[in-house]
């Protein structure tokens, strides 16, 4: 626990211009981004005495190590520079809101040449309309079922798309009318546009005029007795009226607004969001969030605002947002939404009407997640904490390990043997800290040579980052010691070039910090390795549990307590200890470290299958210097398969356009090195197959 008044800047050296600030945490990572429209007076309330701080700020400025700030011009760039400072550092002091759940939202891909409507989740795209978000997907697909009848627009996929064009006939929706078949040129594309653009004007509320234009076409149609169009578009208009009818009418003036409704109590607090356009409740959602800075009702509208709108421009920012309280400087918000628009957006409190009870609906909805929320979390919480008081005990540890890395090797035979590393935090996994390994230290199958190469790479990179950022100093030169972990020999860079790849990166993304020439400027980013676990747990028994041990003592670092579980008996192994420690069956202690073993386990065994498929489908001109896909395309389509090829001349190869002398030499060459696989035999009636050895590179 840091003291404050060890990193207090000097009197005169904070400047009273607008401005954001960064508390950092003694491993440099930034904890707490805030904004001020003075930073002198800010930054003065966090230095003040102890007992007259929020529980939650005294926590905040005792686990900082340093504060800096960035001057800025004005109250709106404070507040744009502090959204994305938010969004890059992800502060653990700051509020940050959780969607509940994962909204799905009708869209229109108008970046396409044909534009698609479908179901969307997750990030927006630019270029794709978006409509929502709804409360479910099926919502949707019957609202579109519903529009398709008038608006018929492509919502196939592209490769059924392509399969239609190819065969020359449409998918059954181009045959009872519910799609316009541009995949068969039964429209042109701009007639297709136009129809996708109709839908979007019909879905963004502009309706009134589209309807009435389809009431005068069905009167004319009957007047010139065409009944049969009359009857089309008669029920066109069901169709629409149908479509509408699915959110009611909340608002008579044909509003487009956003209603924020904030519930919460001392800890926690719900956002809800009712997204109103054209007067109609077009969508909702809703967010939750634990309350870890002493923060009001005001603040917590401008943070929702911010994430509501941080990413979005034009008309995803509506003209009027409806909110609870206004936040600290309602001008400023104000101006930053407009900019977001591109034209003025009004930032209010309903008073009166509509508004002021369709406000008190959003915000019943609020209290009704928060209770909830809270319902489903109460006994979780409850559970975290028993289970990590649970380990500490057992473990004979001083502290309940709030951070655990657990490790697993995974390989099939002795082949691409992998590891894995996840990470833990206050009990809940914690998926961007997770990390994956190449063995490349030896050949062959061995788990506990495995397990000591991977915990002692882990661990020399966090060694590294220490000694980068200077958190040990040498004690005076006539003790001859060092105070802190022992500084790395000479040569020991972590092996293997793909060390720690994150999960979700391609392998080999990453280099080692070894190669790197020039040192990197420390900008409080979470770092790959730079925190140390207090528990770290191996998927293994007690020979697995003494190599990772061996390789923390040779590393010098003897402040992580370690653990292995085995499997068979789920005992719990200690360095040197003969027996194991066994929790009992029901313990929340043990529930928590299965979970982590297990999910280490199947991150490994996810690595190694997919290294192992990548290794199955490569192919005898992978090898081939320069030789690029199209190129090796094109040759696979020219023999027909790798045999063929095989048997091919260097003059036969020169033949493939794009293909020379010394590219078909090579071809040759690593064909001829290459051993082709065993051909396969019909164990029925004993006959040889042919192999062709596939058909793709």
């Not at 099926?138 to 018929?152: G, H, K, N, S, Y």
């Not at 600290?328 to 009870?357: F, M, N, T, Y």
């Not at 590891?419 to 994956?436: C, N, P, Q, T």
């Not at 370690?562 to 360095?575: D, I």
Request: proline share 6%.
């Amino acid at each position: 626990m840091a003291d404050p008044s060890s990193y207090r800047p000097k009197p005169g050296q904070i400047p009273d211009s607008p401005g954001v600030y960064k508390f950092r945490d003694e491993h440099r990572r930034v904890i707490y981004v805030g904004k001020a429209k003075n930073l002198r007076q800010r930054l003065a309330n966090y230095f003040q005495d102890l007992a007259g701080l929020h529980p939650r700020t005294r926590t905040m400025v005792t686990t900082a190590a340093s504060v800096e700030w960035t001057v800025v011009s004005t109250e709106v760039e404070a507040l744009q520079l502090e959204y994305s400072w938010i969004k890059e550092f992800d502060p653990r002091f700051n509020v940050k809101y959780r969607d509940d759940k994962s909204y799905p939202y009708l869209a229109v891909t108008l970046d396409e040449e044909f534009p698609r409507v479908q179901v969307m989740r997750g990030a927006k795209k630019k270029g794709v309309r978006y409509f929502g978000p709804y409360g479910h997907a099926w919502a949707i697909r019957e609202t579109v079922d519903l529009m398709l009848r008038v608006f018929p627009v492509r919502t196939c996929s592209a490769g059924v798309f392509k399969n239609a064009a190819r065969t020359g006939r449409p998918c059954l929706l181009g045959y009872i009318g519910k799609c316009s078949a541009p995949c068969v040129g039964r429209v042109s594309p701009e007639e297709h546009r136009e129809l996708a653009e109709e839908f979007c004007d019909f879905m963004a509320g502009r309706t009134g005029s589209y309807m009435r234009r389809l009431e005068k076409e069905m009167m004319i149609a009957a007047e010139d007795m065409e009944y049969e169009r009359a009857a089309r578009l008669r029920d066109d208009l069901g169709a629409l009226r149908r479509a509408m009818e699915k959110s009611a009418v909340v608002l008579a003036d044909a509003t487009d607004a956003d209603l924020i409704a904030v519930a919460e109590d001392e800890l926690e607090a719900a956002v809800q969001i009712f997204h109103v356009r054209g007067g109609r409740v077009r969508g909702q959602r809703g967010w939750v969030t634990d309350k870890v800075e002493a923060v009001d009702t005001s603040g917590l509208v401008e943070h929702a605002l911010q994430q509501l709108y941080g990413e979005e421009t034009g008309d995803s920012v509506p003209k009027e947002v409806l909110v609870p309280a206004l936040p600290e400087d309602p001008d400023a918000v104000s101006e930053w939404l407009a900019h977001r628009r591109g034209s003025q957006v009004s930032l209010r409190i309903p008073q009166r009407g509509d508004k002021k009870d369709l406000m008190a609906t959003v915000q019943r909805n609020a209290q009704q997640a928060l209770g909830l929320h809270k319902t489903k979390r109460a006994s979780d919480l409850t559970t975290r904490s028993r289970a990590l008081e649970e380990i500490a005990e057992a473990l004979g540890l001083d502290t309940a390990p709030l951070r655990i890395e657990c490790y697993d090797i995974s390989h099939l035979q002795g082949d691409d043997v992998v590891a894995s590393m996840v990470v833990f935090e206050d009990g809940l996994a914690r998926k961007s800290e997770y990390r994956r390994f190449q063995i490349k230290g030896f050949e062959g199958q061995d788990d506990v040579r495995s397990m000591h190469e991977v915990i002692g790479r882990r661990f020399r990179r966090y060694l590294q980052e220490k000694e980068r950022l200077g958190e040990w100093e040498e004690t005076p030169a006539a003790t001859g010691e060092v105070a802190g972990p022992a500084p790395l020999p000479p040569g020991s860079a972590p092996a293997g070039a793909h060390e720690g790849t994150p999960a979700g990166a391609q392998a080999g993304a990453l280099a080692d910090a070894s190669d790197e020439t020039e040192p990197r400027e420390d900008d409080g980013r979470p770092k790959r390795f730079a925190y140390p676990p207090q528990l770290v747990v191996v998927d293994g028994g007690q020979p697995q549990v003494a190599a990772a041990k061996r390789a923390l003592d040779e590393l010098g670092i003897d402040d992580i307590a370690v653990c292995g579980l085995a499997k068979r008996l789920e005992e719990v192994w200690l360095p040197d200890d003969d027996d194991p420690v066994v929790l009992p069956r029901s313990s929340e202690g043990l529930y928590l470290l299965q979970r982590v073993r297990d999910e280490a386990h199947r991150f490994a065994i996810t690595y190694q299958r997919a290294k192992r498929a990548k290794r199955v489908r490569s192919s005898p001109l992978d090898s081939v210097p320069g030789l690029g896909e199209g190129r090796k395309l094109a040759l696979l389509k020219h023999f027909g398969s790798v045999k063929k090829l095989r048997q091919a001349t260097i003059e036969e190869i020169c033949e493939v356009p794009g293909i020379g002398r010394r590219t078909a030499e090579s071809v040759a060459a690593a064909l001829a090195a290459a051993t082709p696989a065993a051909p396969a035999v019909n164990t029925a009636t004993g006959e040889i197959m042919e192999d062709d050895d596939g058909d793709t590179p």
